[in-house]
């Protein structure tokens, strides 16, 4: 049985007449005349209000003003949840962990625990916490995470380094990756590029791109002790070559730069490579480099169909340029292109499902 308190106050805002039911509900409830709330609630809940839906999962879960069952209230709590009530996900992962109207999946518990737990919901917040404590790393890597960025409760890299370690014990990389950002960052410590490229290293070694791309970051900075720019562009090339866009693109400016091993003509494979895994100032690169003819021969389809795609995720000036270029298209050139962009979208959304 979980807890049967309604909350007077109304949290979702909602139309005069909805507020109005709803209050009649609660009065109803608290006045135990369970079949005047269900019918007041039932139809609020059909029509897609979550506290009503969470208020029907509460219903069937303690067999008030109906039989009990399970079924159905984690049916009602599950339509809440989904729809962000925390009260609701809190109750459904209870479900999830004990089994009750649905097969037992710690997993599922976990993660419900965590979305309501980052909504401020303090039951969900201590179940979390009965996880970590017992050996549950992602349970430990959720709170780490909590607190890193202060979603639920107050920011607090103490406490956040204490949970992420205890996940990084247990072999999480996304925690050694996080506390070598603490240390990177001097979240709560003074900055320590040392123990920094430790954490990351750890993590980097498992094949997490943001930790790569961070550790060549730190060893291609000219001021600090660990400078190494030829292990910075190891790992540049690691993370792009695992599917970071950031690191690609990072490669090219570099190449273009002609800094180190990298030469200008390794740029424009660099481009193409963040390009395909999705990044539009790459795209808008290549397509200002095929539109002028500048490292590869002019080329305006090509550089329409680049254009179009860095316009397509949300860049202004790509969208401008596509314009210029698409004025110096002919007709069957226009045809070409269009076929051309579908057939790059297509290769995009693959790169995003391998990554």
Do not use: C
Not at 119 to 132: P, S
Not at 183 to 197: E, M, N, Q, W
């Amino acid at each position: 049985m979980r807890s049967a308190v309604f909350v007077l106050v109304l949290t979702i805002l909602a139309a005069p007449v909805v507020a109005d039911d709803f209050r009649q509900g609660v009065s109803a409830y608290k006045r135990g005349d369970f079949a005047r709330a269900i019918a007041i609630f039932s139809p609020l809940a059909d029509a897609g209000d979550a506290r009503a839906q969470f208020a029907m999962g509460l219903f069937y879960d303690n067999g008030q003003g109906v039989a009990r069952d399970d079924v159905r209230a984690a049916g009602w709590y599950r339509r809440s949840a989904e729809q962000g009530y925390a009260k609701a996900q809190q109750n459904l992962a209870l479900m999830y962990q004990r089994g009750e109207g649905v097969t037992a999946d710690p997993e599922l518990a976990r993660k419900w625990f965590e979305i309501a737990a980052r909504q401020g919901n303090a039951d969900a917040l201590r179940e979390l916490e009965a996880l970590a404590t017992g050996g549950d790393g992602r349970a430990a890597l959720a709170l780490g995470g909590l607190y890193l960025a202060g979603e639920g409760v107050p920011k607090d890299y103490a406490v956040a380094t204490q949970w992420l370690t205890l996940a990084a014990a247990a072999g999480f990389a996304a925690a050694r990756y996080n506390l070598g950002y603490i240390h990177d960052a001097g979240l709560g410590v003074p900055r320590d590029t040392g123990k920094a490229i430790e954490w990351y290293r750890a993590a980097a070694d498992s094949g997490h791109r943001k930790a790569q791309y961070n550790l060549a970051l730190i060893y291609l900075d000219p001021g600090v002790p660990q400078h190494d720019p030829v292990a910075g562009v190891d790992w540049l090339r690691r993370a792009a070559e695992g599917g970071s866009a950031v690191a690609a693109f990072t490669l090219a400016l570099l190449a273009e730069r002609d800094e180190g091993t990298l030469k200008p003509a390794d740029a424009m494979a660099f481009y193409e490579l963040a390009a395909v895994n999705g990044s539009a100032a790459a795209q808008n690169n290549l397509g200002w480099a095929y539109g002028t003819g500048n490292a590869v021969p002019r080329d305006d389809v090509r550089a329409w169909v680049w254009f179009q795609a860095a316009a397509g995720r949300g860049l202004e000036l790509a969208a401008r340029n596509a314009g210029v270029v698409e004025a110096r298209l002919g007709e069957a050139q226009r045809a070409t292109a269009t076929q051309a962009l579908e057939r790059l979208e297509q290769t995009i959304a693959a790169a995003q499902v391998t990554r």
